[in-house]
């Protein structure tokens, strides 16, 4: 059993971990985690780990059990993970012991890398809740832990729809922030009256400053539009990074990368943006009220709001699971109680390819690489479901079955090979939207190998909807997809084919079939944007008025 995943692994082939773990699940060993957050949250997890023939199959299982592990540290961050080892199973007992070396818990946060990343994350969010850093705890036995986490159900359905109706009597603001643009919305009395695209890349800026007054610029451009001397009642913001009760606490994604390498001092340098919520205040009239969330929860957030304003608002009940596909990979996830879970919920830093040993050969921006930007782990889905997803399987397509496309895509300027990788172009123009947009026309005209990297996409999306299962255990069984990728109806027909072909899966656009509240009916109405380009940004307006229902 081992044996065939590394195999197929050593053929470049995708070994999915949802795969793995389903089939050790018939073994008759397994490890019992259980991990509190800083909200005091607690949850459980029974981890199936097979007894090794070799070195080469201790490896995959080590590596199997070390991506269990991370995945549920970047989903829920946590004060500690306690593991309940038998008593003699050496080989388990061992895979513990070696946590706190491989995780990096000694370590400073400068100094972690790989695994031990998903700590720098846990440990900020655990500072900002006045928690001691993050540890491992290993006991022998059974866990005799009650875990209770289920409240009062509260009235979601009335929570939505009244954040609609305060949007209807107040001047708001709404931005949806991601990797290459900002979005945004200007709304008086439930009207839109401006609707913005700026381009930027955070990736490449070096200080935290920069981050701000891109975002502060934006706000003074649709605050100038607004009316002579209107102040806005609220800001709604969804960021790309980990945000804990409107705290930007995260500072480890890809859009902070080239700030982490240049500051001699990144903790207090990133610190700066913890007060953004307080900057973007400022704005506001006095007693105006600023909603920041991550921009995966943002678009869980606009799909149960257009949901509880529709015919089908009791889907709701059972909660919302959103993803944005762009530059990464974004989750967000509203409970059926209608709350925004106070975890990271890093989903695109989960791994959920165990294979595809061949890509893990090249560095991690050539656009043949499944090495995660920041931190160099393979087989994560910020390099699957993602436009670098979209890239990795064009230029392998293309290469094997489709050269004179893979050569138009040079000649055109959207790629180059250089020092023996190949890259997508940044300058003078940065290519990585045309780039995307080009293999989505070729998609949509039924070019057979751009077809198949969305199908493939879908693929992907199947192995993120059984990942999620394991970790989330959300009442909710569908998905719903926003962003570039869910422009074109051809590429999401090819995403749903794709991941049918693993799982019976329910997965929805974000598109104009999801317009239901009057802003949302507005926008679906402009002639000059989508609501798949702007929808959550609509999103982010109602969500500054959620707390003034």
């Known amino acids: 059993m081992i044996r065939s995943f590394i195999e197929r692994a050593k053929l470049g082939e995708s070994v999915y971990i949802c795969d793995v773990r389903d089939a050790f699940s018939s073994v008759d060993t397994a490890v019992g985690c259980i991990i509190e957050t800083a909200t005091g949250e607690i949850n459980s997890w029974t981890i199936p780990l097979p007894k090794t023939a070799d070195k080469q199959e ?15 540290i970047s989903t829920y961050g946590g004060k500690h993970m306690t593991f309940y080892v038998d008593p003699g199973d050496d080989f388990i007992e061992h895979l513990c012991n070696t946590l706190d070396v491989v995780f990096q818990v000694g370590l400073s946060r400068a100094d972690r890398f790989g695994y031990g990343k998903c700590l720098n994350v846990t440990d900020r969010v655990n500072a900002a809740f006045g928690h001691k850093p993050f540890h491992f705890v290993i006991k022998h036995g059974k866990s005799d832990v009650d875990i209770h986490n289920e409240g009062p ?24 922030i991601g990797g290459s643009d900002i979005k945004a919305v200007g709304s008086v009395d439930g009207h839109i009256v401006s609707l913005k695209e700026f381009d930027w890349d955070p990736s490449s800026m070096t200080r935290i400053e920069q981050i701000i007054d891109g975002i502060t610029n934006v706000v003074e451009e649709i605050c100038s539009e607004l009316g002579e001397s209107v102040k806005p009642d609220g800001i709604g913001v969804g960021f790309p990074d980990v945000v804990i009760d409107n705290k930007i606490v995260g500072g480890e994604t890809l859009k902070t990368r080239s700030i982490r390498l240049a500051s001699p001092d990144y903790e207090t340098e990133f610190a700066r943006l913890f007060e953004l919520d307080d900057v973007l205040r400022g704005y506001c009239k006095p007693g105006g009220i600023v909603n920041m969330t991550n921009d995966g929860n943002l678009a869980a957030f606009t799909a149960a709001v257009e949901l509880a304003c529709s015919s089908r608002a009791d889907e709701t009940k059972a909660g919302v699971l959103a993803h944005t596909l762009g530059t990464e990979f974004g989750t967000g996830w509203i409970d059926e109680n209608g709350d925004i879970p106070q975890i990271p919920l890093e989903i695109y830093n989960g791994i959920i390819d165990m294979g595809n040993f061949t890509a893990r050969e090249f560095e991690p921006f050539d656009l043949r690489s499944m090495l995660n930007f920041n931190t160099g782990i393979p087989g994560t889905l910020q ?15 293309f290469k094997e079955d489709a050269e004179e496309i893979y050569n138009e895509l040079c000649n055109m300027g959207f790629i180059e090979e250089k020092n023996g990788g190949i890259y997508v172009v940044l300058s003078p123009s940065d290519m990585r939207k045309p780039l995307l947009s080009y293999i989505m026309k070729l998609a949509d005209e039924g070019q057979p190998q751009a077809e198949q990297v969305f199908k493939v996409i879908g693929k992907y999306l199947a192995a993120t909807w059984r990942e999620t299962e394991f970790l989330l255990r959300p009442k909710t069984k569908r998905r719903i997809l926003y962003g570039r990728f869910v422009k074109s109806q051809r590429c999401l027909k090819l995403m749903q084919d794709g991941a049918c072909e693993m799982i019976d899966i329910a997965l929805e656009a974000g598109d104009d079939d999801l317009a239901n509240t009057p802003l949302m009916q507005e926008l679906k109405n402009n002639p000059d944007y989508t609501v798949a380009q702007f929808g959550q940004a609509i999103g982010a307006v109602h969500f500054a008025a959620k707390n003034r229902c």
Request: aromatic share 16%.
């Open 153 to 176: 159900q509260e009235d979601a359905i009335s929570a939505f729809r009244n954040a609609v109706s305060s949007a209807n009597n107040a001047v708001l603001i709404g931005l949806d």
């Open 383 to 397: 390099k699957y479901a993602s436009q670098t997803g979209a890239y990795r399987l064009a230029v392998e397509y």
């Open 58 to 72: 201790e490896d995959f299982v080590r590596d199997y059990f070390y991506a269990n592990i991370y995945n549920i």
